[in-house]
């Protein structure tokens, strides 16, 4: 169909069309998402995610080609507003502590500050315990860059000699440090003190303790050195040297 010059009755049909076009995407977005987190994708239909947007069942085929297209986009979404995904500042001028450092408290941080109570977290752990190909798109692009990171800067505190899957151990070891601090809050908060957790669990508190730790382990070998010590033992021997 041709759009005539002299028409501007026209150009406004077109752009009250694309305005609408863009409107039901983004309602199909924002409607998806809580669909998604409540049902699961398997459980989520295209009939509810529809009605929560208010548009026909047709928009999704012509916006996104499917269910797991729409799904696909719902992940990107989130992951575009999430400070933790945008793009790693480069280093410039730090030593191999510095930038541990700067990364382990970035990451406690986005860790302690972080809102579970949303769509979109339990969305994130319905993805992680029953992933689809989303979860890998997920991991190579939001955590790999960080994990790579990571073993790199341990590398450069590590002796040339340290394995690569010691590095890949420390590095998972910090971020498991990390979120502990957030996921296992409410046990921390029960087991230390008040005035203990104001004054000395802090993001600064944590993330120098976490660095330091990692530090030792990783300039004078302690992962290696300590590991080299302890002998394979099965479940049944360690209960038998328990309790004799």
Known sequence: MSVSIDSPTNFATVHDGQGREDDAKRRLLDAAGPVFAQHGFDGATIRQICRAAGVNIAAIGYHFGDKFGLYRAVFRAVRSRCPANHAIPQLVGLTA?????????????????????????????????????????????????????????????????TPVDVLEKLALTVVGQCVYYHVGSGVVQQLIPEHRRLASFDIDSLARHITAVTIAAAEHSLAMQYSETLSPLRPLELHRKANP
Request: avoid cysteine; proline fraction near 6%; hydrophobic fraction near 40%.
């Open 97 to 161: 502590r510095e930038e541990l450092h700067f990364l382990v408290s970035t990451m406690v941080g986005q860790m302690l500050s972080h809102d579970d109570s949303g769509w979109e977290s339990q969305l994130m752990m319905r993805e992680m315990n029953r992933p689809t190909e989303v979860f890998f798109e997920m991991v190579e692009e939001s955590f790999r860059p960080v994990f790579n990171l990571l073993t790199t800067v341990i590398g450069r505190l590590s002796p040339p000699s």
